[in-house]
């Protein structure tokens, strides 16, 4: 069981994992297309958020936010295969800050291509945040029970 628990955690971390090393290679001196393509929906949140929240966010470098995404998603993902819930921790971390940012579909209409196609990405990536969060929660579980099954007193023997 213990073999396909591996397998499981291994697949599924392969998403982070491929991505990481896809920006990884491609990141270069100005941080690559993920820098590139990151810059203007980032813009878009912090607007976003200024506008409804009336806090200015501080100037964030694209350069440094893809470095610490590929930090996240690689040192996550190696710690996530080999079953640390440290690992799920930084997962989770990377699709709370990456996910309402890069798929923004609360700026565009309903009636727009993009919109359905951002929303099913939003909904993706909400699913991943909740296996990880089952994850979490199952081995916290695990810990609890085996903290109880230490704690019971043993009958003594007259």
């Given at each position: 069981?213990?073999?396909?628990?591996?397998?499981?955690?291994?697949?599924?971390?392969?998403v982070?994992?491929?991505?990481?090393?896809?920006?990884?290679?491609d990141?270069?001196?100005d941080?690559g297309?993920?820098?590139?393509?990151?810059?203007?929906?980032?813009?878009?949140?912090?607007?976003?958020?200024?506008?409804?929240t009336?806090?200015?966010?501080?100037?964030?470098?694209m350069?440094?936010?893809?470095?610490?995404?590929?930090?996240?998603?690689?040192i996550?993902?190696?710690?996530?295969?080999f079953?640390?819930?440290?690992?799920?921790?930084?997962?989770l971390?990377?699709?709370?800050?990456?996910?309402?940012?890069?798929?923004?579909?609360?700026?565009?209409?309903?009636?727009?291509?993009?919109?359905?196609?951002?929303?099913?990405?939003?909904?993706?990536?909400l699913a991943?945040?909740?296996?990880?969060?089952?994850?979490?929660?199952?081995?916290?579980?695990?810990?609890?029970?085996?903290?109880?099954?230490?704690?019971?007193?043993?009958?003594?023997?007259?």
């Amino acid at each position: 069981m213990e073999l396909v628990s591996f397998l499981g955690r291994a697949l599924f971390v392969s998403v982070f994992l491929l991505s990481a090393w896809q920006e990884f290679n491609d990141f270069g001196n100005d941080g690559g297309r993920a820098a590139k393509s990151l810059r203007p929906k980032f813009n878009a949140f912090v607007s976003h958020v200024t506008t409804h929240t009336g806090q200015q966010l501080p100037p964030v470098d694209m350069k440094l936010l893809v470095a610490a995404a590929i930090a996240l998603k690689g040192i996550g993902g190696l710690l996530f295969v080999f079953g640390s819930s440290l690992g799920a921790y930084l997962l989770l971390l990377h699709q709370a800050v990456a996910t309402p940012i890069l798929y923004d579909f609360y700026n565009y209409d309903v009636e727009r291509k993009e919109f359905s196609q951002l929303f099913s990405k939003f909904t993706q990536s909400l699913a991943l945040v909740g296996a990880l969060l089952f994850f979490i929660g199952m081995k916290n579980s695990r810990r609890h029970r085996r903290q109880l099954r230490k704690k019971t007193p043993k009958a003594k023997a007259n």
